[in-house]
Structure formats: structure tokens, C-alpha cells
């Protein structure tokens, strides 16, 4: 699992019958020396989201077979899972 910045989201103008309920967003991985600016310098990849996250925000994210486990008996023709939407980094609760 990887964490990433979504920075918009794929319009497609016919789709897949198992995409619905969902939203293709596009994610760019970020590193570890990158991560508080949120500028990843990695290139941007197609992530499936039904989650429900916005523009800018850090989620985590999975790749390759791992990606369609979650649909399991469902096949849903995808590379990239939102995971997680993350809320903040080091953050000190009461």
C-alpha cells in the first residue's frame, strides 16, 4: 500500500457495467521526503474510488493483484484501489 494525493478525477463517456457506484480518480504517489508538501513528483496513475474522496486529498492506495481483491466474486477490471482517505499525519488527539 502506497499513499498518494488525488488530483482530479476520469470522465469516461461509456464504462465498465461493475463501475458503477464508484469513481475513477486520479492519484499521484507520493514519497517519503514529499509527503507534508503533497507534491509528488511520481507519475499520476488511475485509482478506483468508492470512497468518496476530493480533489487534494491524501489517501492510501493499493496496486497490481491486490487492487480487485475487495470485489472478490465481483471482477472489476482495475489496477489501483483508494484504500483509505487520510485525515492527518501525526495528529495528537485529546
Known sequence: MRLGKTIGTVTLSQSHATFRG???R???????ANLREGDGQAEPL?????LGAGDG??????????AAQPFN?????????VA??????DCVHP
Open 22 to 24: 464508484g469513481v475513477l
Open 26 to 32: 486520479i492519484v499521484v504517489p507520493l514519497s517519503a
Open 46 to 50: 488511475v485509482a478506483w474510488d468508492d
Open 57 to 66: 486529498q491524501l489517501v492510501a492506495f493499493s496496486e497490481g493483484g491486490e
Open 73 to 81: 466474486p465481483i471482477d472489476k477490471p482495475v489496477d489501483a484501489y
Open 84 to 89: 483509505a482517505i487520510i485525515d492527518c499525519l
